[in-house]
RNA sequence: GGGUCGGUAACUCCAGCGGCGAGGAGGGCGGACUGUAAAUCCGUUACACGAGAAACACCGAAGGUUCGAGUCCUUCCCGGCCCA
């Protein structure tokens, strides 16, 4: 059940109520493709990081250790001991990120696994059949990601295709709910909203899939290529054609300033590589920009990452000890970048819902901003 | 004292076996990363010059052979190992 507590402009604060816990809005979830968070997190620290919930990859799992393992073993949640909701993702972006190694058909799409480069057919039940196997809270559904910059006509024709798709993801899902030893009978579908940079394409796919009275909605294909303004401009156009009492969740972004933009567009469910992958690579959030920590001037430096932070790295290390352990390829270090960013994203959402709360998140969003570009800015200046 | 293997781009280690304005790896410094084939990838790492028949960071040093030497020869210096 979806709860839309309060509306301040198009932003909205919500409340999903899943048969594995309850999910505040707007959120951030914390990716862990391969049922793991990369960076060594495991599932009972999420808590501690105020993680409500974890995004597994249905094609990952697929590839390793196989769904019917993850199944038999009692489904991923309890694979990786992680007692709240699940989203998994359909396997459509792999299908875009290995385009090298793809066929698209009507069917469904046949590529290559990254691991052993055997042959793999997916298509939009054998993605659902994968995800009841994974026993997931929310499933999204099978979809092509074409390119930004891809032609209109190949958008159009590959839009179109992703709708058919979808109403075999809703048939399959209902039907894999209805089995007597499902995982779980209750399992969410997402439609995926597609159509790149094309207003209209995205418009009347809205309309399409909106039509089909899903659980949630998301709008995918963007941050791929595009530029800031028009991501921006895409969610100006065709959130409003997604209905509003039911999730709205952008897929794959971003930056804590795509974030913020995209909660004032109306978007409340998230995910990002981001604050995992950049943590590993030494980069970290902050409410003053980020910081790079391997970067030579944090040798010597006492302070934690951010002053005044409460996770559970800068509570306990300063910036040189970060510095040399990521130096020393330390895998301490990677974990406690991503420690931190994970705090960091989970923390901003939890002040974007605050703020929607009392009714002032423009001006939560103004003043979060300013302080970010006047870290960046700084930081460029070389401060 | 005898034998032997080695001294290369300057932080370190190494490739090179007659066409070398000398290549790679590590380390250092910086950057990128948006539904994760990513603990990955990219740039850079003496001084000078500034694309010009022009310039010698010239490979431990000095000579020699050769059209041409990091590469072959001679002597010397330095280091490792073995023998006395």
Redesign the pocket.
């Known amino acids: 059940m979806y709860e839309l507590l309060k509306k301040e402009g198009r932003a909205k604060r919500a409340r999903l109520t899943t048969v594995h816990g309850v999910i505040e809005t707007p959120v951030f979830m914390n990716?862990?493709?391969?049922a793991a968070?990369?960076?060594g997190i495991s599932s009972p620290e999420l808590v501690g990081l105020k993680t409500q919930v974890e995004?597994c990859?249905t094609y990952?799992l697929h590839v390793r250790p196989g769904d019917k393992v993850v199944k038999a073993m009692g489904g991923v949640r309890k694979f990786m001991n992680w007692q709240g909701p699940v989203l998994t993702?359909?396997g459509?972006?792999?299908v875009?990120?290995?385009a090298?190694?793809r066929k698209i058909k009507e069917e469904g799409v046949t590529f290559?696994s990254?691991?052993d480069g055997h042959k793999i057919f997916m298509g939009p039940e054998e993605s659902m059949q994968i995800q009841s196997n994974l026993g997931s809270t929310i499933a999204?559904?099978f979809?092509?990601?074409p390119n930004a910059l891809a032609e209109r006509e190949y958008v159009t024709a590959s839009v179109d295709r992703t709708t058919r798709w979808l109403v075999r993801c809703k048939e399959e899902m209902k039907r894999l709910n209805s089995l007597p030893d499902t995982l779980n009978p209750h399992q969410m579908l997402f439609g995926?909203n597609?159509g790149a940079i094309y207003d209209d394409i995205r418009i009347r796919h809205a309309k399409e899939i909106a039509e089909l009275d899903l659980d949630g909605y998301?709008v995918?294909?963007?941050?791929?290529g595009e530029t800031?303004e028009q991501m921006y401009h895409v969610l100006d156009e065709v959130v409003p054609y997604l209905p509003d009492n039911k999730p709205t969740y952008l897929?794959?972004?971003?930056?804590p300033q795509?974030i913020l933009e995209s909660v004032e567009r109306g978007v409340d469910f998230f995910?990002?590589?981001?604050?995992?992958?950049?943590g590993?690579?030494?980069?970290v959030y902050t409410n003053h920009g980020h910081l790079?920590m391997?970067?030579?001037?944090y040798?010597t430096d006492p302070a934690p990452i951010e002053e005044g932070c409460g996770c559970p790295t800068c509570r306990n290390f300063s910036r040189a000890y970060i510095r040399h352990l990521l130096?020393a390829?330390e895998?301490l270090g990677?974990r406690l970048c991503v420690q931190h960013n994970l705090w960091f994203y989970n923390t901003m959402m939890e002040e974007i819902r605050d703020s929607l709360d009392e009714g002032n998140f423009t001006e939560y969003k103004k003043r979060k901003l300013a302080g970010i570009e006047e870290g960046e800015k700084s930081?460029r200046t070389g401060n």
């Open positions: 990716v862990g493709t391969a968070i990369k960076g995004l990859n990952h993702d359909s459509g972006f792999q875009f990120s290995l090298t190694l290559r990254h691991i999204m559904a979809d092509e990601c995926i597609q998301a995918g294909g963007l941050a791929v800031h897929m794959g972004v971003g930056t795509n995910d990002c590589v981001y604050p995992s992958r950049n590993r690579h030494g980069h790079n391997f970067n030579a001037k040798e130096k390829n895998m990677m930081r």
